[in-house]
């Protein structure tokens, strides 16, 4: 071979060599590459699992953070529905059948007709499972007639949300769809409305022309009472048009204006003087257009009137205020309210329940209207006392039938009322509702009341402190009950407010004025009160032909003409006014009293024509400002104030607010025996060491103040006192008070007492009154002798004594010792007076004093003073200067007191009790 072939071949060896060493080293390199590559990926894709896997995990958890934030959140939201149904339809307008029960509201409320079927009712994680069936809660294959159980109290159960409509006060309801469950709601809704109202405060009217009522069948019960009616079938045309006119009225009468709706006047006033008038209209068929356009103005103006439809079976447009509810089985039903919302409606009301709540509405409203309360005559809490009484008096007294508040004045005219109602119908009740809402707006600087009660009871004593409430009435100044057989306490009150209305003139003559509005502007700084005087039963204080009802009918004639101008009014009110001789007597007096106010089945209260109180129904009375012209009647419907608890609230509130120097009103009660250690006049006695003129006290008057009864035993000829009648304790009582206030006069030394004890059954008496007067002499039967000389020779003495000597004789008649001892006796009562020497005796009668003073023909003015018990007037005569006798007919614990030295008449006096 050519060494240029080997050489070649050489070449091409090497090179082949070298091409294969270097394809080695590739080789070499590459698998490297691919171990590389290979561990590398291995890596990667161990990692993307790895995240993967978190991711899941990651996913997993935010899924269950979202539905449990869902699940927590919808049932906080099902919750918070729940609780605002729950405000807005309580007690009876969303309760469940199974145990409802009316419960009046004292506001319009929601009403219930179903419930909501929320999505997805949340259930505690993790076990919770999605329904097979849909987003809705319950069981679509449940039926509405089976009720919803009340909601279970687990932590986990949703609440259930109601579905409910807005009724009265708010619109009107459409109902379409399934007959028979339309029905349903439209009877559930009914007792819904009846039963969160008062009795009579809805009233339905139906329209059922194919059932002919039937529709409404089981509100039967209430249609006797006249709070179910129904239109006939031909008769859709005049219901509507009746409704359409109460809602002119109300918008005209009532609201007047001043409020857009009666929902605004009762949160306004706490009012409702309108019932909620419900029109049911059940299939009404085709309208006419006269129909439609009535049916569409109810539509718009009804609810504000409180007129309200409920309609089925009858197009309407949807405008504000209608609710639709389509009734459907199932969860297919809905209600216009809850948009979308599938609703399960309730079954209807059970018919039990149904009828019995009708029958109880029924004789609810048959018992006649529920009361006002008194707090709808009062101004807020807060606002008393505001009004000035400068010009008049003006409060309301309630609501008229068209619901306008009843405002009643007393000024210059009219300036008296006159009240008539047979017993029983509310007069009484009238008076506390018209002083209540005076007292609540004039304070006790602009108003004062004084009270006067003839009939048996003690109704006006709430207005005094008593044992159990120790609040008055600050505007009360005077209060007298029991006061029947006390007429005299009339006559007191009336030349009271007589020396009032002089005080008043002649203030008003210096202020150079000629009524209380001008005297009032001219002296800022004094106090004039307008005065209301009330009598209750006056009557008694004017009945009979004796010199108590003469000088009344004068005393009243004078204030009721004059007292107009000078803010003092009288309201008279009694049982009968047309048996009241005295007053229509006197045309001029009654002519006065132009405010008359008749209560149901009054009696000529009103003028002769004015038949207003006949047809009046209870609880309500006819106001006339005008004397009782039938044009001025306003008939008022009066809230009971008669109620013991509401009436002290009010008390107690303005109790609270009394001026400091307000005390409490003097509270005269004819039933209640004085006592003298409460007698100001007997505190008021202080001993000194020789007073020129003792007092001794006798009982307490008659009279507006606690006045006691007295006589002055100065040093003068007659004055000694005799006590008559055979009262043994009330001549002791007498005698007690007489001998207790004299010695209460004097020091021990100042004066002498000497008992003198005829009549062992007044020897108890005797001895008490011995007991308390100190230093006094003790004499009876055994020894009185010595004491009668002794005397007898002290009054011929010829100088007066240095200290009155005050002998109290019980039975002065029993005296022994025969005609010497009647004489010291005689020679003791003519001349003992004018030398300090004073007899306080009792005579068992009249007769038997003047045997003491000498006989039939014999003088009696020996005996200045004297307190007459069971004595009667007649027999009186002998010591009552004048012509004629004394008005007198003896009555228990009451006597006559006379004292020639001050007395031109007799004055009735109460005995302090013993104790
Ligand atoms: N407006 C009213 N609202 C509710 N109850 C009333 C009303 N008016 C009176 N009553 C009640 O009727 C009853 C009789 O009332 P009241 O005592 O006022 O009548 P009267 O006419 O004064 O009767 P009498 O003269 O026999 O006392 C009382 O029980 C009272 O509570």
Known sequence: MAESTRDRVMEIRAGLSHALGAAQTALERAQQEETAAVAHWERVSGAATTRRRKLAAARDERIRE??????????????????????????????LWHSWEPTPLNRAAELRVGRLLLPEAPVPHPERTRR???????????????????????????????????????????????QRIGDDVVAGLLLRALGTSAPGAVQLVGYDPEHLGGGLAGFAPLAPAGVLTFAGPQDLGPLLDGLVGHVRRINET???????????????????????????????????????????????????????????????EPVPGVEFITAAPGDRARVSGAGDLPVRLDPGPLPTVLTATCRQIAEAVAAGPAPVALDSLLPEAGTEWRESSSAALTAPLGDSPQGARVLVTLSDYPPHALIAGPSGTGKTNFIYAWMGALAARYSPAELAFYLLDFKEGVSFARFAPGRRDPSWLPHVRLVGVNVNTDREFGLALLRFLSGELRRRADAAKQHEVTNLAELRAEDPEGVWPRIVAVVDEFQVLLSGRDAVAAEAVDLLEDLARRGRSQGIHLILASQDVSGIEALWGRPALVAQFS????????????????????????????????????????????????????????????????PPEQGPPRLFDGDVVPRLAESPD???????????APIALLGETIDVTARSARTVLRRAPGRNIAVLGTRLDEACAV????????????????????????????????????????????????????????????????????????ILIYAADALPGGRAAAEQLRTVLRQGPERRLHVLGWWRGAGLLRDSLGGHASRTDAIGAWVALDVHGSELSPYYPGAGAPNWYPRPWRALHFDRSVHRGAEVIIPYGTS
């Open 682 to 692: 007997f505190r008021g006695l202080r001993p000194s060491e020789s007073p020129a």
């Open 735 to 806: 005698l007690a008070t007489a001998g207790r206030s004299l010695a209460a006069q004097f020091t021990p030394e100042g004066a002498r007492f000497s008992v003198v004890c005829l009549d062992p059954d007044a020897r108890a008496a005797a001895e008490a009154l011995h007991a308390r007067i100190p230093e006094c002499g003790w004499y009876d039967g055994e020894n009185v002798d010595w004491l009668l000389e002794d005397a007898a020779a002290e009054a011929t003495a010829a100088w007066p004594a240095d200290r009155p000597h005050f």
């Open 132 to 178: 097979p069936d849909g987003p809705w809660a319950g069981a679509p294959g449940a039926t509405r007639d089976s009720e919803p159980e009340p909601a279970p109290l687990a932590d986990e159960a949703p609440p259930e949300v109601p579905a409910l409509v807005r009724l009265l006060d708010h619109g009107h309801i459409v109902v379409s769809g399934d």
């Open 66 to 95: 979202i539905d449990t934030w869902h699940d927590t959140e919808l049932a906080a939201l099902a919750g918070a529905a729940a609780a605002a149904a729950d405000r807005a339809a309580p007690g009876a307008a969303g309760e």
């Open 254 to 316: 009532v609201l007047a204006g001043e409020y857009t709706s009666l929902r605004e006047l009762h949160a306004a006033t706490r009012r409702r003087p309108e019932p909620w008038r419900v029109a049911v209209l059940l299939g009404a068929g085709e309208l006419s257009k006269h129909e439609r356009s009535q049916l569409d103005r109810l539509l718009r103006s009804g609810a504000a009137c409180g007129v309200h439809l409920v309609i089925r079976g009858l197009a309407v």
């Open 595 to 658: 405010l008359r106010i008749a209560l149901p089945r009054a009696r000529r209260v009103l003028a002769e024509t004015n038949m207003a109180a006949d047809s009046l129904p209870r609880y309500h009375a006819v106001v006339n400002a005008d004397s009782g012209a039938a044009e001025a009647n306003r008939v008022v419907r009066v809230p009971a104030a008669g109620d013991r608890d509401q009436w002290s609230a009010l008390q107690h509130r303005l109790w609270r607010r009394r």
